[in-house]
C-alpha cells in the first residue's frame, strides 16, 4: 500500500509539472481540460483495481492489469516530458540569476517558457506512449512465424529435414480476442512440421484459464504427436489458495486438461521419437529456474531411460536452467528448447542489425537461437502476453525448427 502512495504522489506531481508545458503549447484550453481529466480517470481506475480484495493473491486479473498498464504509460509519458522541461527551467533559472547580477536590470526575471521546447517534450514523450498503445491494440496478436535451420554432424539419417514446431507461454488468461487466436492456431498448422512441442506456461495461475480455449488448442496437429512440459506459472504459485489440497488439485486440472488436448506431458520423462531404425530422444523436465523460480525439473530423472549416445532434444521452460545445468552436463543434448523470457514483450529487432530488450539485463539467453559447447538453444519469445498486455518489438513466435544433416567433407 505505501507504493502505491508513493507512485500516486509521484504521478500527480509530474502531472502539475507537465500541466505547465501542455499550457504552453495549448492553443485552446480544452486539451488542458482532457489531459487533466484521463490522468484522474487512468489515476482513479487504478487505486479502485488495486483496492478491491478478491482471491487472486499475488495475480493481475485482466482489469487490473489493464489498469496498471495505462498508468505506467501516463507515468512514463509524464517523466520523459519533465526531464525536457526540467532542462528549460534548470537554463531559464540561471538567466534569472545572470539578470539579477550582471544583467542592466538587475532584476530576478525568469524568463517564460519557449514553446518549441514543450512542443518538442511533447511529442518526443508521445513516442513510448503510442507505441505502447500500439502494442497493446494490435502487437500483442502480430504473429510470427520463425524459421531456422540446424545442422548436426550425428543427426539419424532418417531425421534430415525433420521438422519441430515450438511454442510456449501461451497464458491463456491473458487472451481478450478468439478470433485471434484462431488465426494463430491455424498459423501453427499451416507448417505442417512432423512434432509440436509445447515448453510451458500454459495458464496465468489457474487451470480454469484454458476451458475458453481448449478446444481451440485441441485442433492443433502434428503427425509424430504434441508434447508438453510445465512452466513456472503452471503451479499455481502466485495465487492465495483456500487449502493444499486447493492448489494440488488445480495442478491436477491443468495436467488432464492437456491431455484432453491431445499433449503428451513430460514430468522430468522421456520418450522416443522413431522413422525406420532411426529414433531421437525427446527429454522433457518440470520448471527449473534461477533465482526464486521453482526448482522441480530434474534432468538425471529425466534422461534416466535413454542412451548418452543418443541424439537428444530437451524442453525446459527456463533458459537459465541451459546455463547453469545443461551445457556442462556429461550427457550432451543437442537441442533444447525454452521459454519464459517472453523477450520482454518490449525491445527492438531489426534481423541482421540490432536484438535489443531489457530482459537482457536478467537473462543471458533471451531470445532465439544460441550456441554453447557445440549444443543449441532456441529462446522462444513467448505465443500468449502477461502483465503488460501487449508486445511492442518483440512479436508473439511460433518457432520452425528443421533439423539437418550435417555433410562431411
Not at 88 to 106: M, P, Q, S, W
Not at 119 to 129: K, N, S, W
Not at 312 to 335: A, F, G, R
Request: hydrophobic share 40%.
Amino acid at each position: 500500500m505505501m507504493r502505491l502512495v508513493i507512485f500516486t504522489l509521484l504521478y500527480l506531481g509530474l502531472g502539475f509539472y507537465v500541466l505547465q508545458g501542455l499550457k504552453t503549447v495549448a492553443k485552446t484550453p480544452w486539451l488542458v481540460y482532457v489531459y487533466i481529466g484521463l490522468s484522474f480517470l487512468v489515476l482513479l481506475n487504478l487505486l479502485y483495481q488495486f483496492t478491491i480484495v478478491d482471491d487472486t493473491g499475488r495475480s493481475l486479473t485482466k482489469p487490473k492489469m489493464y489498469a496498471l498498464t495505462f498508468f505506467m504509460m501516463f507515468l512514463v509519458f509524464k517523466l520523459v516530458t519533465v526531464l525536457f522541461l526540467f532542462s528549460e527551467d534548470i537554463f531559464r533559472f540561471f538567466v534569472a540569476v545572470y539578470n539579477k547580477f550582471l544583467g542592466e536590470t538587475k532584476t530576478f526575471r525568469v524568463p517564460g517558457r519557449r514553446k518549441f521546447l514543450s512542443t518538442i517534450a511533447l511529442g518526443i514523450a508521445a513516442i513510448p506512449f503510442g507505441a505502447l498503445l500500439y502494442g497493446m491494440f494490435k502487437g500483442k496478436y502480430n504473429f510470427k512465424v520463425l524459421q531456422y535451420n540446424l545442422e548436426f554432424e550425428d543427426l539419424p539419417d532418417s531425421f534430415d529435414d525433420y521438422q519441430i514446431t515450438q511454442i510456449s507461454d501461451v497464458h491463456s488468461g491473458s487472451f481478450d480476442n478468439r478470433e485471434k487466436i484462431e488465426y494463430a492456431i491455424n498459423l501453427i498448422n499451416e507448417q505442417k512440421s512432423d512434432v509440436l512441442l509445447f515448453t510451458g506456461d500454459m495458464v496465468n495461475n489457474k487451470a480454469e484459464e484454458m476451458y475458453p480455449w481448449k478446444d481451440l488448442f485441441a485442433t492443433l496437429e502434428a503427425k509424430d504427436g504434441k508434447f508438453s512440459v510445465l512452466g513456472n506459472h503452471d503451479y499455481g504459485d502466485y495465487v492465495n489458495w483456500d487449502s493444499k489440497e486447493a492448489k494440488e488439485a488445480n495442478l491436477k486440472d491443468l495436467k488432464n486438461i492437456q491431455k484432453e488436448m491431445g499433449f503428451d506431458l513430460l514430468l522430468n520423462d522421456s520418450r522416443y521419437l522413431t522413422k525406420g531404425e532411426d529414433k531421437i530422444a525427446l527429454v522433457g523436465v518440470e520448471n527449473w529456474g534461477k533465482g526464486g523460480f521453482k526448482k522441480a525439473g530434474d534432468l538425471d530423472k529425466a534422461a534416466s531411460k535413454i542412451k548418452k549416445e543418443d541424439f537428444k532434444i530437451l524442453m525446459s521452460h527456463d533458459p537459465s536452467h541451459w546455463e547453469q545445468k545443461v551445457i556442462s552436463n556429461p550427457y550432451h543434448y543437442h537441442l533444447t528448447l525454452s521459454g519464459h523470457t517472453h523477450g520482454m514483450q518490449f525491445g527492438i529487432e531489426i534481423p541482421g542489425w540490432i536484438k535489443w530488450s531489457p530482459v537482457k539485463w536478467r537473462y543471458t539467453y533471451w531470445a532465439g537461437i544460441y550456441k554453447e559447447m557445440g549444443q543449441f538453444i532456441n529462446v522462444n519469445r513467448g505465443f500468449g502476453f502477461l502483465g503488460y498486455p501487449g508486445r511492442v518489438g518483440i512479436w508473439p513466435e511460433i518457432t520452425v525448427i528443421t533439423l539437418k544433416k550435417k555433410k562431411l567433407t
